[in-house]
């Protein structure tokens, strides 16, 4: 009986689209580079990207 190893699974880079394998040498991933990495985040940071729900009463904000 042989054994044979599967090819590790690949998810999309969320940002450009190319193949990343899931293994943990990956840096990056689920991205594929530090480049996409970062577009992602500055996306979160200017609100481009935000995820939706009720907005937030007066009463639940922090003071300054």
Do not use: Y
Not at 11 to 34: D, H, I, L
């Amino acid at each position: 009986m042989t054994s044979q190893s599967r090819p590790p699974a690949t998810v999309q880079c969320p940002n450009c689209g190319k193949p990343v394998p899931w293994v943990t040498a990956e840096r990056w991933r689920p991205f594929c580079s530090e480049r996409c990495r970062l577009i992602d985040l500055g996306h979160w940071a200017t609100e481009h990207w935000r995820i939706g729900g009720e907005p937030a009463s007066p009463e639940d904000q922090q003071p300054d």
